[in-house]
């Protein structure tokens, strides 16, 4: 058995031990592990989804990518943290903004965090930019301007920085390409998604969907979180990626169809917009932590939650959906 004492993080030579850190920043306060993994400490599952970017707009604006998706539960590859007692925070990440009409950026969603996991924000697309940003799912490329028939404006590239396996990674994936073929033929690619890369704009106009997210049972139901934004386009719009993705929108002039914002506390990528509106907003993040049954959890803000009794060694789950500061006691 793993010394509880000690905690695996990246090194630039590979996975090495070191002494569990506590930290004191802006976010949740998390207090006073105790029981279930030997005296003073406790072993942690985690689900950590950072905020989705915002859809890029207009003019076949791409769609966000979803924000980082980083998990030990249910996972081969990835160990629970052993968390001493003492006072952590736990950060939620916010949404990116949508970007404005006419051609803003479509800005990246904000890092999640608890002790020394951290989940990048998705990428968005830059104000004036083509290509997609990168984050933990990279955002999709734009549409307009590019005539290359088998190419285009890139995709943002996913797990950045990179995650590794053991400490809950890879996190995300690519936005796909877009382009263009001349007038009413912009197409954007989607934003990437936790489980899938974001589709690519295909010929002659046909936008992108976002790359679908990653399902979970660590609240003891199976929810889906991380999916990617769908791309923008003149005359098509395309669809978000399961998880909260947001749909891409489609141009004025050929039946206007608004683009879908991310789902709120699922991380999912904000719709990139036909004309002439903007791009819309990615969803905010969520944080669970899941306990032995033997420890004693109690949270703050009460906006955030703990439920008792979940599987079958009854274990309890703290949610953590807002920003603020929360507290965990053991007795």
Not at 62 to 91: D, E, F, Q
Not at 107 to 131: E, L, Q
Not at 228 to 236: P, Q, V
Request: charged share 10%; aromatic share 6%.
């Amino acid at each position: 058995m793993r010394d509880l004492k000690n905690k695996l993080i990246a090194s630039g030579k590979g996975l090495t031990n070191i002494q569990s850190r506590r930290t004191k920043s802006f976010g949740y306060q998390v207090l006073g592990f105790g029981a279930g993994g030997g005296a003073g400490s406790v072993t942690t599952d985690y689900v950590i989804v950072a905020g989705g970017a915002g859809g890029h707009g207009p003019y076949a604006g791409g769609g966000g990518g979803a924000g980082g998706y980083r998990y030990s539960y249910c996972n081969p590859s990835a160990a629970a943290l052993c968390i001493s007692a003492g006072t952590y925070n736990v950060v939620v990440g916010a949404g990116g903004a949508g970007g404005p009409a006419p051609g803003g950026a479509g800005v990246s969603g904000s890092d999640s965090s608890f002790d020394i996991i951290t989940s990048a924000g998705g990428g968005g697309v830059g104000a004036g930019s083509a290509a997609g940003l990168a984050g933990g799912s990279g955002g999709g490329g734009q549409g307009a301007g590019n005539p290359c028939s088998a190419c285009g404006w890139a995709g943002g590239a996913g797990d950045t920085p990179a995650a590794p396996a053991a400490l809950g990674g890879p996190q995300g994936n690519a936005g796909g390409y877009g382009g263009s073929y001349g007038a009413w033929a912009e197409a954007a690619g989607g934003g990437g998604g936790a489980s899938a890369v974001g589709e690519n704009k295909s010929a002659p106009n046909v936008a992108g969907g976002g790359g679908d997210g990653r399902a979970t049972c660590i609240s003891g139901s199976p929810e889906t979180f991380g999916g990617g934004g769908g791309g923008g386009g003149a005359s098509t719009y395309s669809s978000g990626g399961t998880g909260g993705g947001g749909a891409g929108g489609r141009d004025t002039c050929r039946g206007y169809y608004a683009p879908v914002a991310g789902t709120v506390n699922t991380g999912g990528g904000g719709g990139g917009a036909g004309f002439p509106a903007g791009g819309s907003a990615g969803g905010s993040g969520i944080v669970y932590l899941r306990f032995p049954s033997a420890t004693c959890v109690s949270v703050s803000p009460a906006t955030n939650t703990v439920t008792s009794c979940v599987g079958a060694a009854n274990d309890k789950v703290a949610k953590f959906t807002v920003s603020g500061t929360n507290t965990v006691t053991v007795s």
